[in-house]
């Protein structure tokens, strides 16, 4: 996987990476009163996956070119989405998402990377979307942090940022840092096992219920010569989007809802008899 590199400007005061837009713009809009909160500058680096579930996938594209220009990385939608569309589908999906895009809005994210090496302030932050590995290994969206800890951390560089889990972490391993996202509007808590009981998306040993399922980003000053990564945790208006769900005829409405409220992803019937089949298949 080939690799960019940019720089950050040296007096940006706060790096803020976030992922998993997923064609939702209220939590972009709740982000934005956030940010201007912050009273020092900042840059806004994307994680990927822009496209499926929310219904303005041309809109976000605007947004994030407008407000991360090429600090951003394509994530496994978005490479789905550029494949191209041969029909009409819904705004929800990879090739519904294409029709919606203007050629100045296809051509800005064919010019994205899958992976980019940050440079600021004298440190080495790399940024994938984590679905798969530099050497192009595929990684599931199911990994729990212990382990994408182990596959990412990378001791040549500072800080190694990913998402596609849309479960937020941060850890130190071995003098560098490995952290996630999560996701901006549809953070991921734990997902139904095949006895319909609900696996927690973390290292958790059991899945404990929030009320609400807050998204979140990430938020990185320096505090003398090392990095300070937070994860900032928000609300948004939930019920405008799943409206507009509603309003699109999304067959998958229901569960998006769930998930958007609950931080809980009921997986498709006979999911894991499929991976089932398929591990058995592999061996």
């Known amino acids: 996987m080939e690799v960019k590199t940019l720089a950050a400007d040296d007096a940006v005061e706060r790096l803020l990476f976030m992922s998993d837009l997923h064609g939702l713009l209220e939590p972009l809009d709740a982000f934005d009163e956030l940010r201007a909160g912050y009273a020092e500058p900042s840059q806004v680096i994307v994680g990927g996956d822009l496209f499926v579930v929310g219904v303005k996938p041309a809109e976000t594209v605007d947004w994030v070119r407008e407000n991360a220009g090429q600090f951003a990385v394509l994530g496994n939608h978005d490479i789905g989405a550029l494949k191209g569309s041969d029909g009409h589908y819904g705004p929800y999906t990879e090739p519904g998402s294409y029709e919606c895009l203007d050629a100045a809005q296809i051509e800005y994210m ?18 994938m979307h984590g679905h798969r590995t530099l050497a192009g290994e595929a990684v599931s969206w199911l990994t729990k ?28 391993t071995g003098g560098t ?21 609900v696996e927690p998306q973390g290292d958790e040993s059991t899945f404990t219920p929030v009320p609400r399922a807050l998204s979140s980003f ?53 999911y894991w008899e499929r991976v089932a089949r398929s591990a058995s298949t592999s061996s």
């Not at 064919?110 to 940024?127: D, F, M, N, T």
């Not at 840092?177 to 009981?197: E, F, H, I, K, Q």
């Not at 990095?227 to 507009?244: A, G, H, K, P, Q």
């Open 177 to 197: 840092l490995v952290a996630n996202c999560g996701s901006m509007g549809m953070v991921l808590l734990g997902y139904t096992r095949a006895d319909g009981t």
């Open 145 to 172: 942090p212990r382990e994408l800890t182990r596959v990412f951390a990378d001791p040549e560089v500072d800080l190694t940022v990913i998402a596609h889990t849309h479960y937020p972490f941060v850890r130190e």
């Open 110 to 127: 064919r010019s994205l990377p899958e992976a980019l090496e940050v440079r600021w302030r004298g440190k080495r932050i790399r940024l």
């Open 218 to 270: 990430l938020s990185m000053t320096t505090q003398g010569d090392a990095l300070s990564v937070d994860i900032v945790r928000f609300d948004y208006d939930r019920d405008r989007t799943t409206e507009m769900l509603r309003e699109a005829g999304d067959p998958d409405f229901g569960t998006w809802e769930h998930w958007l409220n609950t931080g809980v992803y009921r997986l498709p019937a006979g």
